[in-house]
């Protein structure tokens, strides 16, 4: 017998209005849960048409029906890449990509834990190339949340949702922000010249650490220098490239970060950061030692035993072997009853 224990995330759920981002007014109130809000935008008309109601004079306010034929025949919303959840340090840049085919082109809404969002300097959202694009700016704790894309054109609608996860910066890390950035904007004013160049100087670096396999991490640091440098990561020699796990974040401060989403065993190794310009450069390394997420397989008689005629009164040996990961736990049972071991009955593993 093989107890299997499932670790499931609790989807927290929270008081929330939708609105559609146009007046302010509350449309109706309830628990918020984002398969329960995606469910409706597919399948409740009135709902999606009340919650994407759009400004007069928004560019998008009436939906395209013109067929765009260099993109083939009319077609429903299809997405090729869906946004992927994200967890940043408070203060950096959040951007949800999502791949987006559709003919004709579809118009967008987004959405962060139901309510509409609208062009701003805090959210900036584009498409093109049929790759939409959500820009949050300076990430804070009240960013954090469920954000859900709907693209709907005459042929169809379709949604997909990412969670966003704001970590708080320590006082500590404000105030150096604070002073980079502050460095930053009196380095700009300045000429560049070979007089005032600055070999690129790491201000902070990352330490080793031990990962799950399939878990997220990220590795941040701070460099310094004039002119600002170019900054690689490289994995066992390799550079890093952004893909569908690995992302690389900079921002105005001078901070930069290497986000694996999906930690894998070819992620196991050796992580080098070097930062380059024209006086300079400079590197630094950790380990990122990736710990193999255990392998469960189901428990699986490979010997069995059979039925046996014996007199009353001799003894009778029943074996049976088992194989499974975690190993197996075996028990056995006398018509339904479990058989405990006595001065009559063994039980050996």
């Not at 260099?70 to 949800?96: C, H, M, T, W, Y």
């Amino acid at each position: 017998q093989q107890q299997t224990v499932q670790q499931q995330q609790t989807q927290r759920t929270e008081k929330f209005s939708y609105t559609n981002g146009t007046n302010g007014h509350t449309v109706f109130e309830e628990d918020f849960k984002v398969d329960t809000f995606e469910y409706r935008l597919l399948r409740e008309v009135s709902f999606r048409e009340t919650v994407t109601r759009r400004y007069v004079h928004e560019v998008d306010s009436q939906m395209l029906t013109t067929i765009d034929r260099s993109l083939g025949p009319p077609s429903a919303p299809q997405i090729n890449q869906k946004p992927r959840n994200s967890k940043l340090q408070e203060g950096s840049d959040a951007v949800f990509t999502v791949k987006i085919a559709a003919n004709p082109k579809p118009r967008l809404t987004w959405f962060k834990n139901g309510q509409r969002l609208v062009n701003t300097q805090k959210h900036q959202s584009s498409y093109s190339n049929q790759q939409a694009t959500l820009k949050i700016s300076q990430t804070e704790a009240t960013d954090a949340g469920h954000y859900t894309l709907l693209a709907e054109n005459p042929q169809g609608v379709v949604v997909s949702s990412a969670y966003l996860a704001v970590e708080p910066v320590s006082v500590q890390d404000f105030i150096e922000q604070r002073e980079t950035t502050q460095k930053t904007t009196q380095l700009e004013t300045e000429a560049v010249d070979s007089s005032k160049m600055l070999a690129p100087n790491f201000v902070r670096v990352c330490n080793d650490r031990d990962v799950t396999e399939g878990k997220m991490t990220r590795f941040d640091c701070r460099v310094t220098g004039r002119p600002y440098p170019e900054v690689a990561w490289f994995i066992n020699g390799r550079q890093v490239a952004d893909d569908a796990t690995h992302k690389i974040l900079v921002n105005e401060s001078g901070n930069h970060a290497l986000m694996i989403t999906n930690v894998s065993r070819l992620d196991h190794g050796v992580v080098n950061c070097i930062a380059r310009n024209k006086a300079g450069e400079t590197s630094f390394q950790c380990n990122l030692n990736v710990i193999e997420k255990e392998q469960v397989v189901a428990p699986k008689f490979v010997e069995r035993f059979s039925t046996v005629t014996v007199k009353e009164g001799e003894p009778v040996s029943l074996s049976v072997r088992a194989v499974g990961t975690p190993i197996p736990r075996i028990s056995w049972q006398k018509d339904g009853v479990a058989v405990m071991p006595s001065a009559d009955v063994r039980i050996s593993v």
